[in-house]
């Protein structure tokens, strides 16, 4: 089975303050992409970082960089410089492409980050 | 359009009626998703269309619910009588082809059955 675990269900940070959210994974496959979505009270999900699983070099994105680590089936989040806007659902997520064929998001149940000013 | 649109964005019906939940992707995405987003069920797959085809319909829930996409854009999801297990929020994602592609997703629609 594919699954996607985050252990953490709530944290808080202080505002301008560093966070790193963690994820695991789990799939016999050896290629596939990895994301991270935010979800804000509004419910519209946006993407926030993708990384390809066949790049070891870890994706960035101005204050949100990711910690891939293949072999443990890990892909935390941080968060530097938290803002007040931060604040949200963040879920981890991946696709498995079967040749093209599928190619759904598999999803954790979601870390709910509070940014305290 | 600029993003995906879902309409409506809320939808309250009685138990036993049957609702239409719309999809509109954006612009050139061949792919189209949809998900449901239950509380403790976290987010789940439903269908996949790959322009008008849902090759796998597997993820469905039961057989009261039914999906449909016309001329490769827009996105009918149909639950005929409705239950309360059905209340949730249904997401709708667009890609620009199946695969590793990013998925965009819309604001959903939030469903309450009573």
């Known amino acids: 089975a594919q699954t996607v675990t985050q252990s953490q269900p709530e944290m808080s940070v202080q505002e301008a303050e560093t966070v790193t959210l963690s994820c695991t994974y789990d799939t016999s496959e050896n290629n596939y992409y990895l994301f991270w979505y935010k979800q804000p009270p509004s419910r519209q999900m946006i993407l926030v970082i993708r990384?390809?699983?066949?790049?070891?070099q870890n994706a960035t994105e101005n204050r949100f960089s990711v910690n891939f680590q293949k072999a443990a089936k890990s892909f935390s989040l941080k968060i530097s410089d938290s803002q007040l806007g931060d604040t949200a659902m963040y879920f981890c997520a991946f696709i498995v492409n079967y040749g093209g064929s599928q190619g759904n998001l598999i999803f954790g149940k979601g870390t709910k980050l509070s940014v305290k000013p | 359009g600029a993003g995906v649109s879902q309409s409506p964005s809320n939808k309250v019906t009685e138990k036993g009626k049957d609702v239409e939940l719309r999809c509109d992707p954006i612009?050139?995405?061949?792919?189209l998703y949809w998900y449901r987003q239950s509380l403790g069920q976290g987010l789940e797959f439903l269908i996949y269309f790959q322009g008008n085809s849902a090759p796998d319909k597997s993820g469905l829930p039961s057989d009261r619910f039914s999906a449909e996409r016309t001329g490769g854009s827009v996105s009918t999801l149909t639950i005929q009588r409705t239950q309360q297990e059905d209340s949730a929020v249904y997401l709708c994602?667009?890609?620009?082809?199946?695969?590793?592609?990013?998925?965009?997703f819309g604001p959903g629609t939030r469903l309450l059955v009573l």
């Open positions: 612009s050139g995405h061949t792919a």
């Open positions: 994602a667009s890609s620009l082809a199946i695969g590793y592609e990013t998925q965009y």
């Open positions: 990384q390809e699983a066949y790049k070891q």
